[in-house]
């Protein structure tokens, strides 16, 4: 008998956030998001892009390790250990530069946690 792959269902909103850090993320960093979002072995660039783009979702939108875990189709370690790595990785001036970079990013579109949805303006 063959295992699936482990699944839970994801809210479209989740789904979106996570897809826009990921787009974000792909950008900034010149990687495909296929690169990012493979399943298997990820080159190391990859990883690191996967890495921060999970981080980025944690501390941007203040999701528990599961709920990123879910919205990246991981397991909640593999959650958990990406956002170790990069927050204990913040040390770099560099890194950390760049991480208030994306978070910005991320907040100019989405808005702060707990804002709710940004209005979009009415036409003029």
């Known amino acids: ?4 792959a482990y699944r839970v269902a994801v809210s479209e909103e989740d789904r979106g956030r996570a897809d826009l850090v990921v787009q974000i993320v792909s950008l900034r960093f010149g990687l495909p998001v296929t690169a990012i979002r493979a399943d298997g072995r990820l080159s190391r660039a990859a990883l690191r892009a996967r890495r921060v783009a999970m981080y980025l979702a944690y501390v941007s939108f203040e999701w528990p390790q599961e709920r990123v ?11 958990a250990n990406a956002c170790v790595r990069i927050e204990d990785a913040r040390d770099n001036a ?16 989405v808005g702060q946690p707990g804002d709710g949805a940004p209005g979009v303006p009415a036409a003029a």
């Not at 875990?69 to 959650?79: D, K, L, P």
């Not at 560099?94 to 579109?109: Q, R, S």
């Open 94 to 109: 560099e890194l950390n530069a760049l991480l208030n970079e994306l978070e910005g990013a991320i907040h100019a579109i």
């Open 69 to 79: 875990a879910h919205a990246f189709a991981v397991n909640r370690q593999t959650a």
């Open 1 to 4: 008998m063959m295992r699936s």
